[in-house]
T-cell receptor, first 112, second 110 residues
Framework: GESVGLHLPTLSVQEGDNSIINCAYS??????FIWYKQESGKGPQFIID?????DKRQGQRVTVLLNKTVKHLSLQIAATQPGDSAVYFC???????????FGTGTQLKVEL | KAGVTQTPRYLIKTRGQQVTLSCSPI?????VSWYQQTPGQGLQFLFE???????NKGNFPGRFSGRQFSNSRSEMNVSTLELGDSALYLC?????????FGPGTRLTVL
């Protein structure tokens, strides 16, 4: 029979525009958050991270915003390029060790 | 530095068989974590090894097991394979907080 998968939200943007990908996390005790990019056939690639004692962090063309009050995380990509097309995951870290809990992901499509 | 490597990249097995997947972490990384990725459940944590000891474990049945060697290389084993075990199995290594993922092993169970 037909398999049912997670419905990935899709964000379509024009090349050159800014993209904003959102994520709601689950655990208020999470101390560290990471954004990953996954292209088809590849493993997740680290983009940027942020600790819970921060509310904003900037990288090259990317900015992560953290709102702990509403348990919300966002990834902003400036001047989106075709190479940015991928699935983006947020992940949260809680407790000891390196266990990450991942969100369902957002498919970013960049239109030329 | 070379990235995380996983072998094999693709594997086809039949129900009831067992399988062993291998992961070589980034040089100097002592923590290795394993994740299962499926269209239905997304990315789910299996377990983490640090200095040859299991440090964290996810909510998977005992058919899923792993180990880590003194050189930090890790293997995971799945016994008595079920159709639902078909997935991309990802390994990630880290030295502190950031986890770096390998390309994964695509396991298909027929």
């Amino acid at each position: 029979g037909e398999s049912v998968g997670l419905h990935l939200p899709t964000l379509s943007v024009q090349e050159g525009d800014n993209s904003i990908i959102n994520c709601a996390y689950s655990n208020s005790a999470s101390d560290y958050f990471i954004w990953y990019k996954q292209e088809s056939g590849k493993g997740p690639q680290f983009i940027i991270d942020i600790r819970s004692n921060m509310d904003k962090r900037q990288g090259q063309r990317v900015t992560v915003l953290l709102n702990k009050t509403v348990k919300h995380l966002s990834l902003q990509i400036a001047a989106t390029q075709p190479g940015d097309s991928a699935v983006y995951f947020c992940a949260e870290h809680t407790g000891g060790g390196n266990k990450l809990t991942f969100g369902t992901g957002t498919q970013l499509k960049v239109e030329l | 530095k070379a990235g995380v490597t996983q072998t094999p990249r693709y594997l086809i097995k039949t129900r009831g068989q067992q399988v062993t997947l291998s992961c070589s972490p980034i040089s100097g990384h002592r923590s290795v974590s394993w994740y299962q990725q499926t269209p239905g459940q997304g990315l789910q944590f299996l377990f983490e090894y640090f200095s040859e000891t299991q440090r964290n474990k996810g909510n998977f049945p005992g058919r899923f097991s792993g180990r880590q060697f003194s050189n930090s290389r890790s293997e995971m084993n799945v016994s008595t394979l079920e159709l639902g075990d078909s997935a991309l199995y990802l390994c990630a290594s880290s030295s502190k907080d950031t986890q770096y993922f390998g390309p994964g092993t695509r396991l298909t169970v027929l």
